[in-house]
């Protein structure tokens, strides 16, 4: 679609040329199943065994730690489930926050449904957690904390190296979901015992996500069959989907510089320009935030009517009102920052990429302002008919 504004990154991201181009010959001429014995197979093995390698190396884990899963709804899953589950456990309590991605929160949630316990921590104004909530939420019992490392919807990042410190020192797993972060900051992995990661957020494929467990920590699998993936996770691996993760990998690490400056550039021309509206706020912490994320509000209006309005502009963004639930419940995210309900329905999510240029960025600002005018002048704020699209 060429003529159409991507800003919406953080749902996903296009594959770049050069992943595409590395992935290729494992479809069609290289296809063996990596447990293969033959030539086809042991191809396929050291393909995967190189990509494990490359990944390992940039998150500073030693290979064997890595688990490739099919994206980082499985990885969250298996860091929490397999905790739960690990040999020797039965019960216990589990702390998280209340702005985790649905991948944790429902997982945490199917937990304290089946025995276990759980404290979802608060989050100040910007979305920071505080360390010191975390060390006072720990109880005799928890097992395991799990603290996002960089929000998918207001893009706050987390003090995870001071979490993971206090975790340390009283022997608790702990476990980030560091999907959007992965590529964008240098991650603390020597304090994280789990982590989890996706292809599809940093210009690889769908369908391929990772779980670092390091060497110590104890989880039980939540596939089950050939016993692949050193027992931890089963199932023939997406071979072309793990040379993609880890050739997007190397393209992250190579022109990161250049690319999170230019992030953090129209990051800070938006939100210049979005003060300039009147009735907007920021939702997330203005610096300590991930590059690519960038969430306001503006009163008065509904989310879903603004990104529906940015779509017949040919602008493609997201809200963060939604509706994952038939009663407009605004994000859980937003209602924990303390987002007036008023102004928690009106959330306009801008997410930039690799591909992104300043004339993405002149397309939006040129229509937004009108765009929210005209639908303010339509209406009183009228809540309903919204209809429903998950954002990630
Ligand atoms: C997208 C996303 C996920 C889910 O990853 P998939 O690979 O799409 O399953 C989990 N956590 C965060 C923070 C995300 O942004």
């Known amino acids: 679609m060429p003529d159409r504004v991507y800003l919406d990154n953080s749902a996903t991201t296009p594959v770049a040329p050069e992943v595409f181009d590395a992935m290729r010959p494992y479809f069609d001429s290289a296809y063996g199943n990596a447990s293969s014995l033959h030539a086809f197979g042991r191809e396929a093995r050291r393909a995967v065994e190189e990509s494990r390698a490359t990944i390992a190396e940039f998150l500073h884990v030693l290979p064997e730690e890595i688990v490739f899963t099919s994206g980082a709804t499985e990885a969250d899953n298996l860091a929490i489930l397999g905790s739960a589950y690990a040999p020797g456990r039965s019960g216990g309590h589990i702390v998280s926050t209340k702005i985790e991605h649905h991948a944790v929160l429902h997982s945490v949630d199917w937990l304290t449904s089946h025995g276990f316990e759980a404290t979802l921590l608060d989050v100040d104004a910007t979305g920071h957690v505080d360390p010191d909530q975390v060390r006072a939420a720990l109880r005799k019992d928890t097992f395991l904390v799990s603290v996002i490392a960089g929000s998918n919807e207001i893009g706050t990042l987390e003090p995870i190296a001071e979490i993971g410190a ?90 990161h510089d250049e690319v999170v400056a230019r992030m953090r550039r129209f990051r800070a021309r938006l939100m210049e320009a979005v003060a300039s509206i009147p009735g907007t706020r920021l939702n997330g912490h203005p610096t300590d935030s991930l590059p690519h994320i960038v969430n306001f509000s503006f009163q008065g209006i509904e989310g879903e009517s603004l990104v529906m309005r940015l779509d017949e502009q040919g602008i493609a963004a997201s809200t963060g009102s939604a509706c994952s639930s038939p009663d407009l419940e605004p994000s859980h995210v937003l209602v924990a920052i303390g987002v007036p309900l008023s102004m928690a329905h009106g959330s306009l999510r801008i997410s930039t990429g690799r591909q992104t240029t300043d004339a993405d960025i002149d397309r939006l600002l040129d229509v937004l302002p009108r765009v929210v005018k005209d639908l303010r002048d339509l209406s009183p704020f009228k809540v309903g008919e919204a209809t429903c699209t998950p954002s990630e």
């Open 166 to 255: 206090i975790c340390r020192e009283r022997r608790i797993a702990f476990h980030t979901d560091a999907v959007q972060a992965f590529g964008k900051i240098d991650l603390p992995t020597p304090s994280v015992d789990l982590l989890s990661a996706s292809a599809h957020k940093l210009h690889g494929p769908k369908g391929v996500g990772l779980l670092v467990v390091r060497k110590k920590t104890r989880i039980s699998p939540t596939m089950h069959g050939g016993g692949h993936e050193r027992g931890r996770r089963s199932g023939t691996e997406n071979v072309p989907g793990i040379v993609g993760f880890a050739a997007a990998t190397r393209l992250a690490a190579r022109e």
